[in-house]
C-alpha cells in the first residue's frame, strides 16, 4: 500500500513538476526561493523556528477554481484521498474593489503530525453563480447550463479517491492510476476556449471568465514557502520578473512574523486556442496563471486576529490622509507602535498560539512549580514554541487575485449578494469545514496537557 501522506507527498511533487513544465517562471521562482532560504538559514541560527529546511523546501499550496457545488463535492473528495480536508472559509467578493465573485476554503492536512510530513494545501474556490451583483437571472442561467454539461473529473478518479480515502491508501498500481488521473484534472486544458462565451463572462470578471468559460480546470498557481519574501520579490525583479506591486499581508518590521505575507509574479499571456462564431479555430492568448510565493508566521488567536484586521483597517484610513508615504511604510510605522514585539508578549497577552514542552534542563532548586502557564515558562520549567499559521486571509488572496486580473470586471452595487457561509458550504460538500482557530486551539492545548503531565502537573 501506498499510504495516504505518501500520495499527498507525490501529488505534490507531480503537480509541481507539471506546473514548471508549463509555465518556465514558475521554475526561475523555485530557484530563487532556494537561494534565499539557503541565506536565510546560514545567516540566522533561529530561521528554523517555524520550520525546518527539508519542510519548507517541500511545501506548497496550490489554487484552483470550480464553478458548480457538484465539482467542489468531487474536488473535496479527491482531497480526502490525499488526507486533505476544507479548513477555513473565505469569502472574496466583498474582500477587494474588483469583481472576484466566489467563496473559498482550503483543503490541507488538519493533524500536526501530517503537516510535518507533508502540508500541502489546495486553496479552491468556488463560483457565485447565484449572486444577483454579478449575474443577471439569464447570465446565471445559462452560465449553470453550461457548467453542467462539462466534466471536471473522471468517474475512475473519482472512484479511486473513495476507496483511497475508505482504505488509508492504495496498492502501488491503483496509486499510480490516481496520481496520474489527478495531475491530468489540474492540466491547462489544450481544447478551444468559446471567444464570445468567455468575453460575455471577463466583462463581469476575469475570474468567472476562467472558471466558468472553459470546459475544464487547471493549477493557477502554486506557491512555495520562503523566509524572506522581501528578498526574494527583489531577486525576481533583478532577473526581469513582473512581479505585482506589493506583498500582501502584514508588513515586515522588527518584531516576530505572524500569519501570512504573500506576492506573486504577474500573470503571464500564453498561448490559447479560441473557437469563433464561425466555427474557426484562431490562436491568442489569456493571463490565467501566475506565480505565487508566501511567508509564513505564528498562528494568531482570535483576539491577536482582531488586533490585525483593527490595524489593516487603520493603515486604510490613514493611508488616505498621507498620500505621499507608501502604504508598507505607513503599516511598518502602526505596527512597531501597536503589535506586541516579541514572542513573549503575544503568548502572555493570549494573542498566539503555541505549542509547550518541558524544559531540557528544569530548575533542581527543590522549589514548588509556579501554578500559571506563565510563572512555568519564567521559572524554566516548560519551554513553548510557536504554531506556524497554515491558512490564508482573505483580503491577501483577493489581493492577489486582483492584482493578476486583466480588468476590475463589474458589480451591480443596487442588488443585495447571496448569502453563502461555512455551514452552507458544509452541507453543499457534505464535509465539515473545520475553523482554523479550533485546530490550533486544540493543537495547544494537547501538547500543555502532555507536556504537564510529564511534569506531575495540574495548572
Same mark, same amino acid.
Given at each position: 500500500?501506498?499510504?495516504?501522506?505518501?500520495?499527498?507527498?507525490?501529488?505534490?511533487?507531480?503537480?509541481?513538476?507539471?506546473?514548471?513544465?508549463?509555465?518556465?517562471?514558475?521554475?526561475?521562482?523555485?530557484?530563487? #526561493?532556494?537561494?534565499?532560504?539557503?541565506?536565510v538559514m546560514r545567516e540566522n541560527a533561529d530561521a528554523e523556528r517555524l520550520g525546518g529546511i527539508d519542510r519548507?523546501?517541500?511545501?506548497?499550496?496550490?489554487?484552483?477554481?470550480?464553478?458548480?457545488?457538484?465539482?467542489?463535492?468531487?474536488?473535496?473528495?479527491?482531497?480526502?484521498?490525499?488526507?486533505?480536508?476544507?479548513?477555513?472559509?473565505?469569502?472574496?467578493?466583498?474582500?477587494?474593489?474588483?469583481?472576484?465573485?466566489?467563496?473559498?476554503?482550503?483543503?490541507?492536512? =488538519?493533524?500536526?503530525?501530517?503537516?510535518?510530513?507533508?502540508?500541502?494545501?489546495?486553496?479552491?474556490?468556488?463560483?457565485? +453563480?447565484?449572486?444577483?451583483?454579478?449575474?443577471?437571472?439569464?447570465?446565471?442561467?445559462?452560465?449553470?447550463?453550461?457548467?453542467?454539461? /462539462?466534466?471536471?473529473?473522471?468517474?475512475?478518479?473519482?472512484?479511486?479517491?473513495?476507496?483511497?480515502?475508505?482504505?488509508?491508501?492504495?496498492?502501488?498500481?491503483?496509486?499510480?492510476?490516481?496520481?496520474?488521473?489527478?495531475?491530468?484534472?489540474?492540466?491547462?486544458?489544450?481544447?478551444?476556449?468559446?471567444?464570445?462565451?468567455?468575453?460575455?463572462?471577463?466583462?463581469?470578471?476575469?475570474?468567472? $471568465?476562467?472558471?466558468?468559460?472553459?470546459?475544464?480546470?487547471?493549477?493557477?498557481?502554486?506557491?512555495?514557502?520562503?523566509?524572506?519574501?522581501?528578498?526574494?520579490?527583489?531577486?525576481?525583479?533583478?532577473?526581469? =520578473?513582473?512581479?505585482?506591486?506589493?506583498?500582501?499581508?502584514?508588513?515586515?518590521?522588527?518584531?516576530?512574523?505572524?500569519?501570512?505575507?504573500? +506576492?506573486?509574479?504577474? #500573470?503571464? #499571456?500564453?498561448?490559447?486556442?479560441?473557437?469563433?462564431?464561425?466555427?474557426s479555430v484562431t490562436t491568442g492568448s489569456l493571463r490565467v496563471r501566475f506565480g505565487e510565493v508566501e511567508a509564513?508566521?505564528?498562528?494568531?488567536?482570535?483576539?491577536?486576529?482582531?488586533?490585525?484586521?483593527?490595524?489593516?483597517?487603520? +493603515?486604510?484610513?490613514?493611508? $488616505?490622509?498621507?498620500?505621499?508615504?507608501?502604504?508598507?511604510?505607513?503599516?511598518?510605522?502602526?505596527?512597531?507602535?501597536?503589535?506586541?514585539?516579541?514572542? /513573549?508578549?503575544?503568548?502572555?497577552?493570549?494573542?498566539?498560539?503555541?505549542?509547550?514542552?518541558?524544559?531540557?534542563?528544569?530548575?533542581?532548586? /527543590?522549589?514548588?512549580?509556579?501554578?500559571?502557564?506563565? !510563572?512555568?515558562?519564567?521559572?524554566?520549567?516548560?519551554?513553548?514554541?510557536?504554531?506556524?499559521?497554515?491558512?490564508?486571509?482573505?483580503?491577501?488572496?483577493?489581493?492577489?487575485?486582483?492584482?493578476?486580473?486583466?480588468?476590475? !470586471?463589474?458589480?451591480?452595487?443596487?442588488? !443585495?449578494? $447571496?448569502?453563502?457561509?461555512? /455551514?452552507?458550504?458544509?452541507?453543499?460538500?457534505?464535509?465539515?469545514?473545520?475553523?482554523?482557530?479550533?485546530?490550533?486551539?486544540?493543537?495547544?492545548?494537547?501538547?500543555? $496537557?502532555?507536556?504537564?503531565? #510529564?511534569?506531575?502537573? +495540574?495548572?
Amino acid at each position: 500500500m501506498v499510504p495516504t501522506w505518501r500520495l499527498r507527498a507525490a501529488f505534490a511533487r507531480r503537480l509541481s513538476d507539471m506546473y514548471g513544465s508549463e509555465v518556465p517562471a514558475y521554475t526561475t521562482l523555485l530557484d530563487v #526561493a532556494g537561494e534565499v532560504n539557503h541565506e536565510v538559514m546560514r545567516e540566522n541560527a533561529d530561521a528554523e523556528r517555524l520550520g525546518g529546511i527539508d519542510r519548507i523546501t517541500a511545501e506548497r499550496h496550490g489554487a484552483i477554481r470550480v464553478g458548480t457545488p457538484l465539482e467542489m463535492r468531487q474536488a473535496a473528495q479527491i482531497f480526502a484521498a490525499f488526507g486533505m480536508y476544507p479548513v477555513g472559509f473565505y469569502d472574496l467578493r466583498d474582500a477587494t474593489f474588483s469583481a472576484v465573485p466566489v467563496i473559498s476554503t482550503a483543503f490541507r492536512p =488538519i493533524d500536526a503530525v501530517e503537516l510535518a510530513r507533508n502540508p500541502f494545501r489546495v486553496f479552491t474556490s468556488l463560483l457565485t +453563480t447565484a449572486d444577483r451583483r454579478f449575474f443577471d437571472a439569464d447570465l446565471q442561467d445559462r452560465l449553470e447550463r453550461f457548467l453542467s454539461r /462539462r466534466e471536471l473529473f473522471t468517474p475512475e478518479l473519482l472512484d479511486l479517491a473513495r476507496r483511497a480515502e475508505r482504505d488509508a491508501g492504495l496498492p502501488h498500481e491503483q496509486a499510480e492510476r490516481f496520481l496520474a488521473l489527478a495531475v491530468v484534472a489540474l492540466k491547462l486544458s489544450a481544447e478551444p476556449v468559446d471567444r464570445t462565451w468567455y468575453a460575455e463572462l471577463e466583462r463581469v470578471s476575469a475570474v468567472a $471568465a476562467d472558471i466558468g468559460g472553459v470546459s475544464s480546470t487547471h493549477i493557477n498557481h502554486l506557491t512555495p514557502r520562503v523566509l524572506d519574501i522581501d528578498l526574494l520579490y527583489q531577486r525576481m525583479a533583478a532577473r526581469g =520578473i513582473t512581479m505585482i506591486d506589493d506583498v500582501q499581508g502584514p508588513p515586515r518590521w522588527d518584531g516576530p512574523d505572524v500569519l501570512l505575507r504573500q +506576492t506573486s509574479f504577474r #500573470a503571464l #499571456a500564453e498561448p490559447r486556442k479560441f473557437r469563433e462564431p464561425d466555427g474557426s479555430v484562431t490562436t491568442g492568448s489569456l493571463r490565467v496563471r501566475f506565480g505565487e510565493v508566501e511567508a509564513r508566521g505564528i498562528a494568531l488567536t482570535p483576539a491577536g486576529r482582531a488586533l490585525y484586521d483593527e490595524l489593516v483597517t487603520e +493603515t486604510d484610513l490613514r493611508s $488616505a490622509d498621507h498620500p505621499h508615504v507608501t502604504r508598507q511604510d505607513l503599516a511598518r510605522s502602526i505596527w512597531q507602535a501597536r503589535f506586541p514585539g516579541d514572542e /513573549r508578549r503575544l503568548l502572555t497577552e493570549r494573542l498566539a498560539y503555541f505549542t509547550y514542552q518541558p524544559a531540557t534542563r528544569p530548575p533542581d532548586d /527543590r522549589r514548588q512549580p509556579p501554578a500559571d502557564v506563565a !510563572g512555568l515558562l519564567a521559572d524554566g520549567w516548560i519551554t513553548a514554541h510557536p504554531i506556524v499559521y497554515e491558512d490564508f486571509l482573505p483580503r491577501s488572496a483577493a489581493g492577489i487575485f486582483q492584482s493578476n486580473l486583466t480588468g476590475e !470586471g463589474t458589480r451591480n452595487a443596487t442588488v !443585495g449578494g $447571496a448569502h453563502y457561509d461555512a /455551514r452552507w458550504l458544509t452541507e453543499t460538500i457534505e464535509r465539515p469545514v473545520h475553523d482554523p482557530f479550533e485546530l490550533y486551539a486544540a493543537q495547544q492545548d494537547e501538547s500543555l $496537557a502532555l507536556t504537564l503531565r #510529564a511534569l506531575g502537573l +495540574t495548572v
